[in-house]
């Protein structure tokens, strides 16, 4: 398949080539198709990185991490990523095609939060790296004279950056960011979904000064291909991976090799709790949020409602008409409130979901199937957005991440009863309550098992503060000072007085 096969105009060529060593390269392997999810057009075609092109994209991160790049010093290298940040904003526009391309999301929800987002990505991390201070111990030793103690830190090395499809620009960033302010090296693997972004990035590297060689990306799929390539390579000395959880268990086991280092982000079946002394009118609207933005497909999104009893009926009520008022439709138009999922094979898994509920005798609020889209929308993998009640909480549809616009709800009685059934989970990442009561919000906060809790509000990140998932949902903490300890390491330097 050629390159530069396209039905019809589309970002170029070179937004779907690999990025090896400062150079927009094809691959070995052979070149795979990228459709829109919005219609299933061809929005062109991706290099395809085989074993050899992973091997050179690794050694060129190698071969950059002993040179120009170590040489500079934190001032050089914060400048540098503040470069990479203005760069992302003078070609917001181009960012925002891609992304809106690849993923099919309302053009409003990325230039908000994908975009943004990601410049801010390495704004962020400049700082952090250039305020991070060092730990310092003095010690008495047995002669009297006494000892000081002094930390260093400094890069772990080639850093693998394995990312998902959901919100691609910003994730990647979120990992390549930090790297880069650490002083490591990266090699990308970015979803063979939405292969754009990581790959216009590129040109931004080199008009930012980047040296060559510290940031690469290799295009293709998981097992047995690019993927794999990457997290086997003795040249990776760390993996940091954002996608399922039975992805993170293949990469696992191919970190062990060489005992290297993981930071994972997972899967979620995240909880909320709406208690009957709530905002209604902000409950609702963030729920709408939580359970529909971005087709559902947020790791941090909200699969299972608690509502407390004497509010049950009014909060679903008012959730349904949400949901129905919610627009499908392309990304460009302004009133557009939900796109389609990323592709047909995750829209038969989400709608597998939408059967089982079905067949469990779930009772439907809304939704459940395929809404009808006029041409040429018809030809993308849209689903309706869905509420369902009565399920028993055994249920695979209440206990497996679904990713997509899909929500079950359920009552509960006391305050005991919501954390019980909030916690009855093997993921941990994410847990909402929406309550005016202060006191009992600080009760229930540390209750809940989940790396992110938020009080009457969702989604609102300050990107110093610590993300991640227990359980299933993930290993490790990512965000300001808590990237650092991943993406250094640290010598004690002991001195005798
Ligand atoms: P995925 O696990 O299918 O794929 C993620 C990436 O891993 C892709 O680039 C894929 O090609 C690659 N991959 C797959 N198998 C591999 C292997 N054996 N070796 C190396 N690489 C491999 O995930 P997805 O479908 O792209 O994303 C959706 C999932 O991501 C959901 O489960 C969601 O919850 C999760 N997610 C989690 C977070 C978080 O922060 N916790 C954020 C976003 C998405
Ligand atoms: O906001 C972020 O930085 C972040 N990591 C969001 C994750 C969203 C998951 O789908």
């Given amino acids: 398949?050629?390159?530069?096969?396209?039905?019809?105009?589309?970002?170029?060529?070179?937004?779907?080539?690999?990025?090896?060593?400062?150079?927009?390269?094809?691959?070995?392997?052979?070149?795979?198709?990228?459709?829109?999810?919005?219609?299933?057009?061809?929005?062109?075609?991706?290099?395809?990185?085989?074993?050899?092109?992973?091997?050179?994209?690794?050694?060129?991160?190698?071969?950059?991490?002993?040179?120009?790049?170590?040489?500079?010093?934190?001032?050089?290298?914060?400048?540098?990523?503040?470069?990479?940040?203005?760069?992302?904003?003078?070609?917001?526009?181009?960012?925002?095609?891609?992304?809106?391309?690849?993923?099919?999301?309302?053009?409003?929800?990325?230039?908000?939060?994908?975009?943004?987002?990601?410049?801010?990505?390495?704004?962020?991390?400049?700082?952090?790296?250039?305020?991070a201070g060092s730990e310092f111990f003095t010690m008495a030793t047995p002669d009297g004279s006494g000892a000081i103690n002094y930390a260093l830190r400094s890069p772990k090395g080639v850093i693998g950056v394995i990312c998902p499809w959901n919100l691609p620009l910003l994730l990647m960033t979120w990992k390549v960011g930090p790297a880069l302010a650490a002083g490591n090296t990266v090699v990308v693997k970015p979803s063979e979904e939405t292969p754009s972004t990581a790959t216009l990035l590129g040109e931004v590297m080199n008009a930012a000064g980047v040296p060559k060689g510290v940031y690469n990306v290799v295009h293709g799929f998981g097992p047995g291909s690019t993927g794999e390539f990457l997290t086997r390579h003795p040249g990776i000395d760390a993996i940091t991976f954002t996608g399922e959880t039975v992805t993170g268990e293949a990469i696992m086991r191919e970190a062990a090799r060489g005992v290297r280092d993981i930071s994972f982000e997972l899967g979620g079946k995240n909880a909320a709790l709406v208690f009957a002394d709530c905002d209604m009118d902000k409950a609702v609207e963030g729920t709408l949020r939580s359970a529909f933005a971005n087709c559902g497909q947020v790791c941090l999104g909200t699969e299972r409602l608690y509502v407390e009893r004497p509010v049950f009926d009014e909060f679903t009520a008012r959730l349904k008409a949400g949901a129905q008022a919610l627009k499908l439709g392309a990304p460009e138009h302004a009133d557009t409130g939900m796109g389609p999922l990323i592709s047909a094979v995750h829209r038969d898994k989400v709608l597998g979901y939408y059967e089982r509920a079905a067949r469990e005798g779930a009772r439907t609020v809304t939704g459940g199937g395929v809404p009808e889209m006029a041409p040429p929308l018809n030809g993308g993998f849209w689903v309706e957005p869905t509420i369902w009640t009565g399920l028993p909480?055994?249920?695979?549809?209440?206990?497996?991440?679904?990713?997509?616009?899909?929500?079950?709800?359920?009552?509960?009685?006391?305050?005991?009863?919501?954390?019980?059934?909030?916690?009855?989970?093997?993921?941990?990442?994410?847990?909402?309550?929406w309550t005016e009561n202060l006191t009992r919000a600080h009760r229930v906060a540390p209750k809940l098992r989940a790396g992110i809790i938020w009080i009457n509000c969702w989604f609102l990140r300050d990107l110093r503060t610590p993300f991640g998932g227990m359980g299933k949902s993930g290993i490790g903490r990512e965000g300001g000072l808590h990237s650092l300890e991943f993406y250094t390491e640290t010598s004690n330097v002991c001195v005798k007085l």
């Fill in 393 to 433: 909480e055994t249920s695979p549809v209440i206990r497996e991440e679904i990713f997509g616009p899909c929500c079950h709800i359920a009552p509960f009685d006391t305050e005991d009863e919501a954390v019980a059934l909030a916690n009855d989970t093997d993921y941990g990442l994410a847990g909402v309550v």
């Fill in 1 to 131: 398949m050629s390159l530069a096969q396209t039905e019809e105009a589309a970002p170029g060529p070179r937004d779907r080539l690999n990025f090896i060593a400062g150079e927009f390269v094809a691959g070995s392997g052979e070149p795979f198709e990228n459709r829109s999810p919005v219609d299933g057009r061809l929005l062109g075609v991706v290099a395809h990185a085989g074993e050899d092109d992973v091997e050179r994209a690794v050694s060129a991160a190698r071969d950059a991490l002993s040179g120009d790049w170590a040489g500079l010093t934190i001032d050089q290298r914060v400048e540098i990523l503040h470069n990479i940040a203005d760069g992302i904003t003078a070609r917001f526009d181009a960012f925002l095609d891609a992304e809106v391309a690849d993923t099919g999301k309302p053009r409003s929800l990325a230039s908000h939060i994908d975009i943004p987002r990601g410049a801010a990505n390495f704004r962020i991390f400049a700082d952090v790296i250039k305020n």
